[in-house]
């Protein structure tokens, strides 16, 4: 999609400001974003990964390409065409 | 004779210069300041200075960030995932073909009815379709080439779309088949570049949107008024997805600076940002637990990234897929990542053990975009081979 839209008119690809180019009002907010962002509340990875797979978990059960149901459920999966009443 | 006449004119001038001078002196002086030139002075040289040391601070808090990270960094993903079942053979197969569009499909959603789909493309069509019976319920011409978003209402009774006229308009649908949507149509959004993804929030109150001009945007819908901007991406942005509502008021955007950010919905800032990926983010999309998002991108990687650990937690990749993924989306449980990708190919992979699950193949052109239904029993793709497949 990008090369097309590309073509079609120009895209700011490339055109991250450079620091040289930057303002005193632009780096002033890149160093209070950083310093949000900085300040956020970390988990360590561990746990965060053992809270993907707790969830990924107790879900199984209700995904149905995980758990799978009956062909009769899944109204793709049936063999005869659904008509629509009309 | 002269030179008395020009002496008199040089005296007069250099009064006349003195005079001028003193007026000028006293008004910038101000009441009781007289060093003047030694302040200017100083002022001419601040502004250099200050971003030499803006610049500094950056590089330090980006330092700090990066370690305070990586302190976290205890694990990987696939090895605590070790010890979870391997999933068992997977088959998906083509169900559904839908066929209409005359170009390029660029974007589709699914109704919350499970059934409908609204897809959009390339000659400035939008179509909705019933999934089941693969017939088409609407259709509407929009004024524009290049339809690059199009997103249901969750009543069902509404879709947005835009693309290259920079607007996001709205679409009441109306039972009577035989009524002109256009007549209807809202406009809701106006941007200053494309509209390149949009998304009703929880109601049909409002929609955000993101565009080529750098910026995601929340609107009324009724009175098209723009409640909070989103500024902070350096190039275009690409896409947005919402948090699962239980999770509160946040989406995430991915953009061509590379860049992932998390945005709070209520105050306009950028709670958090992600830049690990080497080139364009072209889908993002969260996990269904809103503990993390996946992202899919023109380096032909896929990635997972937790917001708690606020780091990137697993890669999707393989040696040989060499072509940008285009759309991503999870499972219901949020174990399968789906990837549709420029290579024509649907991959799938294993959330948590990293590992691709299965490869599917059937499109003729890239696949554009990708969803999996609400109730999770299939997922829709479209492509530029301007048919869009439904696989159980």
């Known amino acids: 999609m990008q090369v097309c839209v590309c073509a079609v008119h120009g895209r700011m690809k490339g055109d991250t400001p450079v620091n040289s180019t930057m303002s005193v009002g632009q780096a002033r ?8 962002e900085a300040s956020f509340c970390r988990i360590k990875v561990s746990k965060a990964a053992a809270d993907l797979m ?19 459920e899944n109204p793709f999966r049936e063999k005869k065409f659904f008509c629509a009443l009309l | 004779m002269k030179r008395k006449c020009s002496c008199k004119r040089h005296i007069f001038c250099l009064g006349l210069f003195c005079f001028i001078y003193i007026l000028f002196f006293k008004m910038l002086c101000g009441p009781g300041e007289r060093y003047l030139p030694r302040k200017m ?7 250099s200075e200050t971003i030499a040391k803006l610049k500094l601070e950056s ?16 694990v ?21 073909t839908l066929k209409g569009h005359g170009n390029k499909v660029l974007c589709m959603d699914w109704c919350k009815d499970k059934r409908r789909i609204v897809s959009s493309s390339q000659d400035g069509k939008v179509i909705v379709w019933d999934a089941f019976t693969t017939n088409k319920e609407h259709a509407v011409t929009m ?61 049909d109150m409002q929609i955000l949107t993101s565009s080529g001009d750098g910026t995601c945007a929340l609107w009324d819908v009724e009175s098209g008024q723009l409640l909070q901007s989103f500024h902070g991406h350096a190039a275009d942005v690409l896409c947005l997805d919402l948090a699962p509502s239980e999770t509160g008021n946040t989406f995430v955007s991915g953009g061509c600076d590379k860049k ?16 690990t990926h080497e080139s364009d983010i072209n889908s993002v999309r969260y996990y269904p637990s809103g503990d993390a998002f996946a992202s899919g991108s023109d380096d ?35 174990r399968l990542l789906f990837g549709g990708y420029n290579d024509y190919t649907i991959n799938v992979w294993d959330v948590l053990k990293g590992t691709r699950v299965a490869i599917l193949f059937g499109h003729e052109n890239r696949v554009s975009t990708l969803r999996v239904s609400p109730d999770g029993t299939a997922f829709c793709s479209g492509s530029w081979d301007h048919t869009l497949r439904v696989w159980a």
């Not at chain 2, 590089?59 to 205890?74: G, I, N, Q, S, W």
């Not at chain 2, 990987?76 to 559904?96: C, I, S, Y």
Request: charged share 25%; with cysteine; net charge negative.
């Open chain 2, 41 to 47: 002075a100083a002022q001419e040289v601040q502004p």
């Open chain 2, 59 to 74: 590089e330090t808090l980006k330092t700090k960030l990066e370690e305070e990270r990586a302190k976290l960094h205890d």
């Open chain 2, 300 to 334: 032909a990687t896929c990635r997972l990234y937790d917001l708690r650990a606020d780091r990137e937690v697993a890669i999707y990749s393989k040696e040989s897929i060499i072509f940008g993924a285009s759309s991503v989306d999870f499972s219901l449980s949020g």
């Open chain 1, 54 to 72: 707790a969830y990924c978990d107790a879900h199984a059960c209700e995904d149905p390409l995980i758990t799978p149901v009956p062909t009769s």
């Open chain 2, 76 to 96: 990987e993903l696939h090895q605590v995932a070790e010890k979870v079942e391997p999933l068992g053979q997977f088959v998906m197969k083509t169900r559904r």
């Open chain 2, 260 to 275: 992932a950010n998390v945005w709070d919905m209520r105050t306009g800032q950028c709670i958090q940002s992600f830049e």
């Open chain 2, 143 to 203: 004024p524009c080439t290049w339809v690059m978003a199009c997103a249901y209402a969750p009543s069902g009774c509404a879709v947005a779309c835009g693309g290259l006229d920079n607007k996001c308009s709205v679409y009441p649908l109306s039972l009577d088949k035989n009524e002109n949507l256009a007549a209807k149509k809202k406009s809701v959004a106006m941007h200053t570049n494309y509209l390149s993804a949009c998304s009703f929030t929880n109601s």
């Open chain 1, 29 to 36: 907010k890149l160093v209070e974003q950083l310093k949000i």
